[in-house]
């Protein structure tokens, strides 16, 4: 099947700082999706990505869908305590039979 | 409140024992799956339903058992699992996979 590489695995970071991670395949994706997970609950959307060289915002968050589509990454700016969590990268594949295939995650930590 | 319901939360489990998950959704989606989340691993996907057929299970052991009665509900049902089985069961629900999964808040399983 296909898979993603996402990194960093986890960040520790100041708040206010700015944030950057990336998911990367060796295959062509149609879709990226990023996640957020919070401690003890399930994913949720924070973007979609449908384009290659798409950018898009959500608040603070800003992702882009890379020009190759064989990769995307998400940037965080302003970083603030609720930022806590784990991040996921999912992408979709082909004729998206398959469902969606997920990174393993950054998981980022903000110190006070 | 996400749309997608999973009961119970916690599960704690004897190997010998018998229980159910439950997952319900009332988005309107007509796909509906169940995702095995482990500790520094992608998330796994089990089971797929689409319009109440299954259509993946991903060579899950037969412990699992899994049950879409209708649209709106998934069960998973386990039996003589293992210790290694413990994990943050997920289920998520689709109406066009391109446009992401609602995730519930998944039940934290503990085999002993």
């Known amino acids: 099947g296909q898979q993603l590489n996402q990194s960093p695995q986890s960040m520790f970071i100041q708040e206010g700082e700015d944030v950057s991670m990336n998911c990367t395949s060796s295959?062509?994706?149609?879709?990226w999706l990023w996640y957020k997970q919070d401690p003890g609950e399930g994913p949720v959307l924070l973007i979609a990505?449908?384009?290659a060289g798409e950018l898009t915002s959500n608040g603070r968050l800003t992702a882009q869908f890379g020009i190759t589509r064989k990769d995307s990454f998400l940037n965080i700016s302003a970083s603030i305590p609720s930022d806590v969590g784990i991040y996921f990268c999912?992408?979709?594949w082909g004729g998206g039979a398959d469902g969606l295939t997920f990174g393993k995650g950054t998981h980022l930590i903000i110190q006070p | 409140e996400t749309g997608v319901t999973q009961t119970p939360r916690h599960l704690v489990m004897g190997m010998t024992n018998k229980k159910s998950l439950k997952c319900e959704q009332h988005?309107?989606?007509?796909?509906m799956y169940w995702y095995k989340q482990s500790a520094k691993k992608p998330l796994e996907l089990m089971f797929v339903y689409s319009l109440e057929e299954r259509v993946e299970n991903n060579s899950v052991p037969s412990r699992f058992s899994p049950e879409c009665p209708n649209s709106s509900h998934l069960f998973l049902h386990l039996h003589t699992l293992q210790p290694e089985d413990s994990a943050l069961y997920l289920c998520?629900?689709?109406?066009?996979?391109?446009?992401?999964?609602?995730f519930g808040s998944g039940t934290r399983l503990t085999v002993v």
């Open positions: 990505l449908y384009k």
């Open positions: 999912a992408g979709l």
């Open positions: 988005l309107g989606h007509n796909a």
């Open positions: 295959s062509i994706f149609n879709t």
């Open positions: 998520a629900s689709s109406q066009e996979v391109s446009r992401g999964y609602t």
